[in-house]
T-cell receptor, first 111, second 115 residues
Framework: EDQVTQSPEALRLQEGESSSLNCSYT??????LFWYRQDPGKGPEFLFT???AGEEKEKERLKATLTKKESFLHITAPKPEDSATYLC????????????FGRGTSLIVHP | EAQVTQNPRYLITVTGKKLTVTCSQN?????MSWYRQDPGLGLRQIYY???????DKGDVPEGYKVSRKEKRNFPLILESPSPNQTSLYFC??????????????FGSGTRLTVV
């Protein structure tokens, strides 16, 4: 069974304090790994797709990396507006490639 | 603006009263999906559609129906809602090119309360 585990569940940072969120996965064959940002009461917003180990993507203060077992979302010098829940999802080979979502990491950045 | 539109945004209904939540996308996406999100359980897929007239069950399909008669629309139907279907619902769409998965565009959500 495909599994996606995100850690930590919650993270509090001071503004400017860089950190990383983790997404570890167990799938039969990875087709793609996705990162989303979700603000309270709103739909998730797509951030990145990573397709193969070694791939990296960047957007403003966010950088996503991928290995064969996990992905990291690095947040450099975060600002209060980066506060949100970050979701990871994995699409595996076989069948319809329905993505499996992790439960998310709730990030709060204090000014 | 490229978007997925869900209606209504909020809905309170009584047990057993049939309801439909509409979803429409303007990006010509082949793939559409419905999720529910509950505290502690995360996002769980209800149904998905690979294209017009092609639908299949997700992880939690019981008590729900869908149809895909047009490419842009993917309504979610609750024939006889029950209190355990109280949840936050999201519609999502994406491109579908062979077996290459693309990121979803999500709607703004429908908060459903069944009393």
């Amino acid at each position: 069974e495909d599994q996606v585990t995100q850690s930590p569940e919650a993270l509090r940072l001071q503004e400017g304090e860089s950190s990383s969120l983790n997404c570890s996965y167990t799938v039969s064959g990875l087709r793609g790994l996705f990162w989303y940002r979700q603000d309270p009461g709103k739909g998730p917003e797509f951030l990145f797709t990573l397709y193969s180990a070694g791939e990296e993507k960047e957007k403003e203060r966010l950088k996503a990396t991928l290995t064969k077992k996990e992905s990291f979302l690095h947040i450099t010098a975060p600002k209060p507006e980066d506060s949100a829940t970050y979701l990871c999802a994995v699409s595996a080979s076989g069948g319809s490639y329905i993505p499996t979502f992790g439960r998310g990491t709730s990030l709060i950045v204090h000014p | 603006e490229a978007q997925v539109t869900q209606n209504p945004r909020y809905l309170i209904t009584v047990t057993g009263k049939k309801l439909t939540v509409t979803c429409s996308q303007n990006m010509n996406h082949e793939y559409m999906s419905w999720y529910r999100q509950d505290p502690g359980l995360g996002l769980r897929q209800i149904y998905y559609s690979m294209n017009v007239e092609v639908t299949d069950k997700g992880d939690v399909p019981e008590g729900y129906k869908v149809s895909r008669k047009e490419k842009r629309n993917f309504p979610l139907i609750l024939e006889s809602p029950s209190p355990n279907q109280t949840s936050l619902y999201f519609c999502a769409s994406s491109l579908s090119e062979g077996y290459i998965p693309y990121g979803y565009t999500f709607g703004s959500g429908t908060r459903l309360t069944v009393v």
